[in-house]
């Protein structure tokens, strides 16, 4: 690499390739350093949805909205944690963000024509089309720089193989009961063993992994220089302005300004520990060099970090996974607790939250039921016909076997919910009362506890076949199963306080010249709240989007 670049951007995750693409698109030389050996951090691993509402994928739908619905929205969700320069900025440029990479890049989209905002109650909710995801993505375009690319979790694949929500994954859930499916899911399925074969690895590329590919292309035609395994040691100013990075190769120089877009502090064990609720029981998903780099490598000039957000974290459910190799693995459970004939319980037997609502709200309830000494942790539990139609955590719905998963542990299972209570170490009387209660009401379609159902996103959470609750069915055919389930997050959401341009900012609300940062380096846009799926990528492509363009034009 040369020591002197226009724009440095530190992280390569979906903040990182933004900033990056941008810049070079409006002509500066960029560099992009990277902590670990591959391309992608947390992104690479995520679902890959994106929050940007009034975006053009929706527009050419025929989704036109009120321009200020979204704004109500999140004034709603957010309360005091309103910033309106902030969610403003954002609002304006998420539009332009994506098209501007649909024009001028390799990164496409699909809409998520269908899918509504988590709190339809709220006004200003959306019912669909707010959210985009890249497009599927053929690895092979990548050419050489293919083994750049961080592959996905194995826990959240199918033998390396992501499939992603929507029409994806219900061919997958539905292709033992339906020919269309099942010839569609065998074409994937033989494309990827014989990927596997030839590649080693996937190369039908979904969710997370297509995002960070499309924009490693882009990047890589746009000449973006990439320096894998280098990590940032320090910050080079010359006066009060940021003009370079200090690594282990030395210094490299930064004509407009560095940013930071390392991924936050998920595994930073001092910071974690002084902010993080119950952080000794906390599980993260996001990938293990993601260390506070960002925010260390600021606060040494000055600059503030904020951490008075509603939560520190984007909680996720999560369920420890072993492997029968003995590796360790996590899985966020994202899609099952929406399902009709699954509760979530206490050690104590009960049901402590709607569990349809959003997986954040799920950590929210679990946290604040379990009172403080007792370990902070809850069960999923369902019966036989629920475990084979739609799986349960990583156990995968039939044809595939469960026995595995029960002889490793991860999975409990008795003849009977007493003898199922036992095997997990649950109050089983109460269990007994839970399940009864939760399935006279379920016949019924109803949820007199906690309303599981009575909104657009819990009932896209369940099941269009069930009535007349889409998300409720009894829990009564035997055997009974349940999965351990504790508090995870996929990143941070406090962070560095920026502006509307991604400019990091002290104490004092000045901008730092030449430094921003975008992704979970900078605090969430909403404060700490979660108003939709897609709410982690969405600021993250918008403000690293911000950030390059406002290097390159200062606009």
Known sequence: MAGNFDLIVIGSGAAGLAAAVTAAHHGLSVAVLEKADVIGGTTALSGGWIWAPGNPVAVRAGIIEDADAPRRYLQGVLGNAFDAARVDAFLRAAPEMVSFFETHTALQFDGGVHIPDTYGDVPGAGLGGRSVIAKPYDARRLGAALKLLREPLAETTLKGLSIQAGADLKAFMTATRSVRSFVYVAGRVSRHIADLAVHGRAMQLRNGSTLVARLLRSALDLGVDFCPSTPALRLVTEGDRVSGVLTKNGVLNARKGVVLAAGGFPNDTERRAAMVPRDDEHLTLAVSTATGDGARLAEALGAA?????????????????????????RFPHIIDRGKPGVIGVLESGKRFCNEGLGYHDYVRALLAAVPSGQKARSWLVCDHRFIRRYGLGIVRPAPLPLGGWIRSGYLKRGATVAELAQAAGIDGPALETTIREFTVNARQ????????????????????????????????????????????????????????CARVLRADGAPITGLYAAGSDSVSVFGGHYPAGGINLGPALTFGFVAGRHAATGA
């Not at 995870?488 to 306080?497: C, D, E, I, M, V």
């Open 445 to 500: 379609g109803r949820d007199p506890e906690f309303g599981r159902g009575t909104t657009p996103y819990m009932r896209l959470q369940g099941d269009p076949a069930r009535g007349p609750n889409p998300c409720l069915a009894p829990i009564e055919q035997g055997p009974f199963y349940a999965v351990e389930v504790v508090p995870g997050s996929f990143g941070t959401f406090a962070g560095l306080a920026t502006d509307g």
């Open 305 to 329: 970090f904020a951490a008075d957000t509603a939560t520190t974290a984007a909680y996720c459910p999560v369920s420890n996974v072993a492997w029968p190799s003995g590796a360790k693995g």
